[in-house]
């Protein structure tokens, strides 16, 4: 019986690692520059944490244990809450403003789909202590400096935004209040139903003109569309979310930046902006979303603190790097591969081996005393750099041979300067 990885759970091997390893990177690389130092978190948390300001979707989606004693404990399906939890133990101790990423994994019990697995990785950045816009915009202009990091620009995604203010306001002369926060959780999933079925959950709602929420959603556009929002009816709470969004829009790119009214983020802790990046095509799931999320700290036993973050998903945005050719050909092999010619030069080999590692280089050697020309196959098949011959004969002149394998060019080198 061969056994099988879990369904939705991916294996990684040497070459998906490394791509994965060299984007992690690319993601930490950037977000240091903005300011952000990174933290970690356990895979496990109590499940009335992520239970607490979750919405009713993701609840569904944990993967939770086995009650043993009094413990319920559940998989991370984020790193936001986590990273709140983390803040709210250090918040009298620390300076404000906080800001924090982390790179790993977490866990929703969801159909897979391509671009999306049960287990999967994101970059998530966590901001905690101002409420101003630049927050905000730092968020956003971070998410573009990722992008561009690996060869995505203006021409290939667009970052699509809102205000949860702005269409909770909107939508409060459409439906009972008690309502509007299902009726957000409807718009956010509206591109992935029918408008028929759109209509029917709205109805379920006792949503008043459900053109008129059809209206409110269909804008989109350039920061000039916020032009059309202001001939909408806004009470106190869409101004306030208006103004938030063209505060933040002042201080973002705007070539990559899409208004949206039907961008709403599932997730039920967002109080402010939000915002999600697609491929310009709409090929390909989120590449990454967020925004901000004023009540969560407080929700968690800490003093009321402003928070804004977002995450980029792995997964999603390796599959579009893939297929549009941007992802360069990563090194895997070892800089060295040390070939003793026979048995006599082994113990010589190990010691000429832990002599370059001593120099801060990567190198492998035979461990299967195989014949030369099979040492030379096998170097080349794990894409080592040079190949370092020990025999006999050099090493009566105190030195050893190094072959590039790419070039074939070859060059005796003393023991002493190896």
Do not use: H
């Amino acid at each position: 019986m061969k056994y099988q990885p879990v369904k939705g759970m991916d294996d990684f091997y040497p070459k998906e690692f490394a791509i994965r390893e060299w984007l992690s990177n690319n993601l930490a690389q950037e977000a240091r520059k903005f300011g952000f130092t990174q933290v970690s978190s356990p895979a496990l948390e109590s499940l009335k944490l992520l239970t607490a300001k979750s919405g009713d979707e993701v609840k569904e989606q944990i993967f939770f244990t086995e009650k043993k004693g009094s413990e319920e404990l559940g998989m991370r399906f984020d790193l936001t809450v986590p990273m709140t939890r983390m803040f709210v133990a250090k918040q009298k101790e620390t300076q404000k403003p906080v800001k924090w990423f982390a790179i790993a994994p977490m866990w929703r019990y969801e159909a897979p789909q391509k671009g999306r697995a049960r287990e999967f990785m994101q970059l998530s950045v966590e901001l905690f202590g101002s409420a101003n816009p630049e927050a905000d915009a730092t968020c956003i202009n971070l998410i573009i400096a990722c992008m561009e990091k690996v060869g995505l620009t203006s021409k290939e995604i667009t970052i699509k935004i809102n205000n949860r203010k702005l269409i909770e306001g909107l939508l409060a002369e459409l439906v009972p209040e008690k309502n509007v926060a299902q009726l957000v959780q409807l718009i956010d999933k509206s591109a992935k139903i029918s408008s028929e079925e759109f209509a029917k959950q709205a109805k379920a709602l006792d949503v008043k003109k459900i053109e008129d929420v059809q209206k409110i959603i269909s804008v989109k556009g350039g920061p000039t569309v916020l032009g059309k929002v202001k001939e909408f009816k806004l009470n106190a709470i869409a101004k306030k979310g208006l103004d938030e969004l063209e505060s933040t829009l002042a201080l973002v790119d705007k070539k990559y930046i899409t208004v949206d009214l039907s961008i709403a983020r599932g997730l039920a802790y967002y109080t402010g902006n939000v915002y999600e990046c697609f491929d310009k095509e709409g090929k390909y799931r989120a590449l990454a979303g967020g925004g901000r999320y004023d009540e969560l700290v407080r929700l968690f036993g800490g003093d009321a603190t402003p928070a804004t973050g977002f995450a980029i998903g792995l997964a999603p945005i390796t599959v579009m790097l893939a297929e549009k050719g941007l992802i360069p050909k990563l090194t895997m092999g070892p800089e060295y591969y040390v070939a003793p010619v026979d048995e006599k030069v082994l113990e010589k080999s190990l010691e000429i081996a832990q002599k370059i590692r001593s120099q801060g280089k990567s190198v492998d050697i035979d461990l299967l005393r195989r014949k030369l020309n099979k040492q030379f196959d096998y170097a080349n098949s794990i894409g080592a750099e040079k190949i370092v011959i020990v025999g006999e004969k050099d090493l009566a002149l105190n030195q050893v041979t190094v072959r590039e394998l790419k070039t074939g060019k070859e060059e005796k080198v003393a023991l002493n300067k190896i």
